[in-house]
C-alpha cells in the first residue's frame, strides 16, 4: 500500500513536471486578462497529470476500480477536449455533447446510472425506472461543470476534491468496500502534488493551473464514485442524498449563479466574476483566508452528510435541510454587494 501510494506520487509529480515544459513549447498556458488577475503564462497541465496518473495505476491494478478500463476511456477523452478547451476555448456546446455522450457510454457499458433516489422527499422510496437515463446524464453534466465553475482560486479545487473524495472513502471503509476506498486515496494522492505546484510550494516559476482538462476530469471522477456508491450493490453504503453534501459547495455555487445568469437575461454558462470566491475577495479576504474559508464550509457540509449517514437520520430531512442551505446561499448571493456595503461601513 505504501509503495504503491509512494509511485503514485512520484508518476504524478515527474509528469507535472514534464508537461510544464512541453505545455509552454505547445501553448497550453493561461495568461491573465481581465478575469483572470495571476502573474506571467502559467502552464495547464494539472489535469493531463493526474489523467495520466490514474490511468497509469489502474493499468496495472485493473481490480480496484469496477469497469476500469472504460473509466481510463473516459477521462482520457475529457482530458483531450479539456485540453483543446485551454488552448482553442471549444465551444461549450460541443463539450456538453461530450459530456452527455461519455454518461451515455458510462450507463449502457457500465451499467451505472441513478436507480433511485431513496426516500428523499419524505413520500417513500423513489424508484426512478427509465427516467433514471436521463436524470443520471444531467447528473453526471452538472457535476463535471460544478467543479470546473469551482475551479477560480489557487488550491480551492484541489481541496474541495480532496474533501469529496476523502468523506466518500471514509464512508467506503466504514461500509467494508476497501478497493473502492483505497481508490479514493489514490487519487487524493495523485491531486497532492498539483496542489503543492498550484500553491507555489517550489516558487512562482514552477507554477502550474489545473485546466478545463482536470476540472472535467475530477467532476467525472466523483460523480462516478458516487455512483459506484449509492447505486451499486444489494446494500448500498451512501444513500443518494449524502451524495450531494459531498460535493455541495460546488454544486450549489453552480446552481446559484446559472439562476442568476439567466434571471438577468445571460447564457448560463457566460463567465462572470460572481462565484462564492469571488464575494469572499470583495469581502477583504485574501486568496489563501478565501481558500480557508471555502474549505472549512465543504468539510462541514460533508461533516453533516456522515453524520447523517452513520446516525441514519431521515433521508428526507437531509435532503430538506440540504435545500434550505441552498435557498439561504441563493438568497445571500442576490444581495451580497448590500450585504458587503454595509459590513464595510460598519467596519470604517
Not at 495568461?31 to 497529470?49: F, T
Not at 446524464?137 to 476534491?161: E, H
Not at 502534488?193 to 489545473?210: D, R, S, T
Not at 462572470?272 to 474559508?293: K, M, P
Request: proline share 3%.
Amino acid at each position: 500500500m505504501v509503495i504503491d501510494l509512494f509511485f503514485v506520487f512520484l508518476t504524478s509529480f515527474a509528469t507535472l513536471f514534464l508537461l510544464r515544459k512541453v505545455a509552454k513549447m505547445v501553448g497550453l498556458v493561461d495568461k491573465p486578462n481581465e478575469r483572470k488577475m495571476h502573474e506571467g503564462a502559467v502552464p495547464l497541465v494539472g489535469g493531463l497529470s493526474i489523467c495520466i496518473t490514474l490511468a497509469q495505476y489502474l493499468y496495472y491494478s485493473q481490480h480496484v476500480l469496477l469497469h476500469s478500463e472504460l473509466y481510463i476511456y473516459c477521462i482520457s477523452i475529457l482530458a483531450l477536449v479539456g485540453a483543446l478547451d485551454d488552448k482553442y476555448d471549444v465551444s461549450f456546446k460541443f463539450r456538453l455533447v461530450i459530456q452527455g455522450g461519455l454518461s451515455i457510454a458510462m450507463i449502457y457499458y457500465a451499467g451505472l446510472e441513478l436507480h433511485t433516489l431513496g426516500n428523499m422527499f419524505g413520500f417513500g422510496k423513489l424508484d426512478l425506472g427509465t427516467l433514471g437515463y436521463v436524470i443520471t446524464v444531467f447528473a453526471v453534466i452538472g457535476a463535471i461543470n460544478a467543479f470546473n465553475m469551482v475551479d477560480g482560486i489557487d488550491g480551492l479545487l484541489g481541496f474541495l476534491s480532496i474533501v469529496t473524495f476523502g468523506s466518500l472513502g471514509l464512508m467506503l471503509t466504514i461500509d467494508g468496500q476497501p478497493d473502492l476506498a483505497y481508490f479514493c486515496i489514490i487519487i487524493i494522492v495523485a491531486i497532492i502534488p498539483y496542489i503543492l505546484l498550484n500553491l507555489g510550494a517550489f516558487g512562482k516559476k514552477k507554477k502550474v493551473f489545473m485546466g478545463d482538462a482536470g476540472s472535467m476530469l475530477i467532476g467525472f471522477t466523483v460523480i462516478w464514485m458516487l455512483l459506484l456508491a449509492s447505486q451499486n450493490g444489494t446494500r448500498p453504503p451512501l444513500r443518494p442524498v449524502t451524495a450531494l453534501w459531498f460535493i455541495a459547495v460546488p454544486l450549489m455555487d453552480m446552481a446559484a449563479i446559472m439562476i442568476r445568469r439567466v434571471r438577468r437575461g445571460d447564457s448560463p454558462f457566460k463567465p462572470d466574476r460572481e462565484h462564492l470566491h469571488h464575494i469572499f475577495q470583495r469581502l477583504g479576504f485574501n486568496s489563501n483566508q478565501t481558500l480557508v474559508a471555502i474549505c472549512s464550509i465543504a468539510i462541514l457540509y460533508s461533516t453533516v452528510g456522515i453524520l447523517g449517514e452513520v446516525y441514519d437520520v431521515p433521508e428526507y430531512i437531509m435532503f430538506w435541510g440540504f435545500i434550505a442551505c441552498f435557498c439561504i446561499y441563493a438568497v445571500l448571493l442576490s444581495y451580497v454587494w448590500r450585504i458587503t456595503a454595509f459590513l464595510r461601513k460598519q467596519a470604517s
